[in-house]
């Protein structure tokens, strides 16, 4: 049988070799592809090279940052916490250290590509080093009006958009889900948001050659940006097409990488072996993966600026010569590199190996929170919602409280009672007695007519059954409330079922240092610092906000993490296999069912996950 295979698979060979020689493919293939051969370990030494550079000089940076932060009294800037830096003398400084990142971010990770695709298209000898000289000079271009703007456009504005040529400290910004939710949910936000995100990409598509014109042709960024626009004008057409070659070209080497091992995997899972074996060797794969994916997209990122680059030099009808000068052959380096790379490799898989279970948990530990009282389940912020929390099974209920004009504690999350009540005016507007009057008809349950609850009423619903997240919302949050809201807790006797919860950095520190018996949670979607070592039991982190490291970080001061608001599957997915402790969701239902789905899971699903997230 084995046989026969080996000799089929020869035919076919021979065969496509005969049909690719008649069409004369060979030699297009060798034209189009040898060049980017050629360059090859130019362009990862480069990667490599510029990359750790950028680390240390960033690291330095960060460094000076946080001593320059630590006179301040404080551990971290956080989105609550921030007013400070525009009340002392360390603010400024400390915002123009950040722009002077986001420059030298924008020289190392963009304009030395450039500067590297134009040596390489002009046949020109080159040094690494010399070309990071190049770079860094570069963002002399920049020391202006037009220049700052373009910076920020790079660096701000096309991650939010989702596509362009951006740096890669800011490529994960974005706008916090729970901002971007209320503008999905109205229309007239949603089509101004959309119109804008349009003339956005479109501003960034005319000008995809400005940073060409003014680091190569040393032209100022208006000058820059009319050239962009004309040559896009007049060749439009060909670079749609030469973008759509290059994303199909990197879409194949994907697949094929992908293909290559996945095969092997696929072999070791249904071959008959011991467990512990097949598991080692699943393992040296997906950590094969994990080098050689990166890697592919690293260099492509590299590829695509010499292809851009290219573009412009034809769209300009300028001569380039795409040659590399070869340089001597380095075999012996190389197979010491690839024999120390792979003595780490198989070393790290022994160890995962070892220790499986320990690393990769056959079950989640996460527990899930329901979102304004029971998420979506039921009516929000109800006394209902609770009961649908208890009974979908949830850890605890998070609700946001409010107090009245004669100073009692109501239960809504907006600043007023329009969008579910009809009614434009805000709670501490009105008296406890006006709003009982208030009927919440929730848009999700219209049929269900539910009342304004109580802060009291919601810890009588939860007191044995749930953990109540008590959130301190809106313009009458403060000192004076986190007195009051304790006091209730207090009455209740619930001081081990509540966690006190908010924006307001201010709050939570009162309340660490008035009542340290109380737990208390400090909400921010974005900090800089020692974020870890805030005045608090638990850090809430917006979802993009909580990485590993982050989480890791906060464990290490005995803090507890919960991520909040996960409504997509995938998202909840992911932070459910981390060690993150909670996660707030609408979607509380989905939550649990994934739950039991991780639990059923084998080791190569525990294993892919583990790895590739």
Request: with cysteine; charged share 20%.
């Amino acid at each position: 049988m084995w046989f026969k295979a080996t000799f089929f698979l020869c035919l076919t060979y021979k065969f496509l070799r005969r049909i690719i020689n008649m069409m004369n493919v060979k030699e297009r293939i060798r034209n189009t592809y040898r060049p980017y051969f050629y360059c090859f370990d130019d362009v990862v030494r480069y990667q490599f090279i510029s990359k750790g550079l950028l680390y240390l000089v960033i690291m330095i940076i960060e460094s000076l940052s946080l001593l320059l932060l630590k006179t301040t009294g404080k551990v971290a800037i956080t989105t609550g916490d921030f007013a400070f830096i525009f009340k002392s003398w360390q603010g400024p400084i400390l915002i123009l250290i950040a722009l002077a990142t986001l420059f030298i971010y924008l020289a190392f990770d963009i304009n030395t590509q450039i500067i590297f695709a134009k040596k390489v298209l002009t046949n020109q000898e080159y040094s690494i080093r010399s070309i990071m000289k190049e770079g860094l000079l570069s963002i002399r271009q920049f020391f202006n009006v037009g220049g700052f703007i373009l910076i920020l456009y790079i660096t701000l504005i096309i991650p939010m958009i989702g596509f362009g040529i951006s740096v890669s400290l800011t490529e994960n910004f974005y706008i916090p889900t729970f901002i971007s939710s209320v503008i999905r949910s109205e229309p007239l936000y949603n089509v101004i948001y959309t119109l804008a995100i349009g003339v956005l990409s479109i501003i960034g598509v005319i000008n995809i050659f400005i940073l060409h014109g003014m680091i190569l042709d040393n032209m100022p960024v208006l000058k820059s940006s009319r050239q962009s626009l004309n040559l896009l004008k007049e060749n439009w057409k060909d670079f749609l097409i030469q973008n759509l070659i290059f994303a199909a070209r990197v879409a194949l080497v994907n697949i094929v990488a992908i293909m290559m091992l996945m095969i092997p995997a696929v072999i070791v899972y249904i071959l008959p072996l011991d467990k512990s074996v097949s598991r080692y060797m699943l393992i040296m794969i997906f950590l094969a993966a994990l080098v050689i994916m990166p890697m592919i997209n690293s260099v492509f990122t590299t590829f695509y600026f010499i292809r851009l680059t290219q573009l412009y030099y034809d769209y300009k009808h300028e001569e380039n010569c795409f040659k590399v000068l070869k340089g001597q052959k380095r075999v012996p380096i190389i197979i010491i590199q690839i024999i120390l790379v792979s003595s780490v490799w198989l070393g790290i898989a022994y160890i995962i190996n070892q220790k499986f279970d320990e690393l990769v948990p056959a079950e989640s530990s996460v527990r899930v929170i329901a979102h304004r009282g029971g998420g979506s389940e039921a009516p929000e912020n109800t006394v209902a919602g609770i009961n649908k929390a208890i009974e979908l099974g949830a850890y605890g209920s998070e609700i946001d409280v409010q107090r009245t004009a004669d100073n009692y504690y109501i239960v809504n999350h907006d600043s007023n009672f329009k969008r579910l009540c009809g009614e434009s005016k805000s709670p501490e507007e009105m008296k406890l007695s006006e709003i009982r009057q208030l009927k919440i008809t929730d848009p999700l349950f219209p049929d269900q007519v539910e009342k304004i609850a109580t802060f009291e009423e919601m810890l009588e619903a939860a007191k044995g059954k749930i953990v109540l997240f008590v959130e301190l919302k809106g313009n009458s949050a403060d000192k004076q409330m986190v007195d009051d809201v304790v006091r209730i807790i207090k009455e209740h006797e619930m001081e081990k079922e509540c966690v006190i919860i908010s924006l307001k950095y201010n709050l939570i520190d009162y309340l660490e240092d008035t009542y340290p018996d109380m737990e208390s949670a400090y909400l921010t979607f974005a900090s800089f610092g020692k974020t870890a070592e805030l005045h608090c039991d638990y850090l809430g982190l917006e979802e993009e906000a909580a990485s590993r490291q982050a989480i890791r970080a906060a464990h290490k001061q005995n803090k507890g993490v919960l991520v909040w608001t996960l409504n997509k599957e995938e998202t909840q997915r992911y932070f459910l296999l981390t060690n993150a402790d909670f996660i707030i969701t609408d979607k509380v239902s989905q939550a649990m069912d994934l739950i039991d789905e991780i639990a059923k899971r084998s080791d190569l699903e525990r294993l892919s996950e583990w790895l590739i997230e």
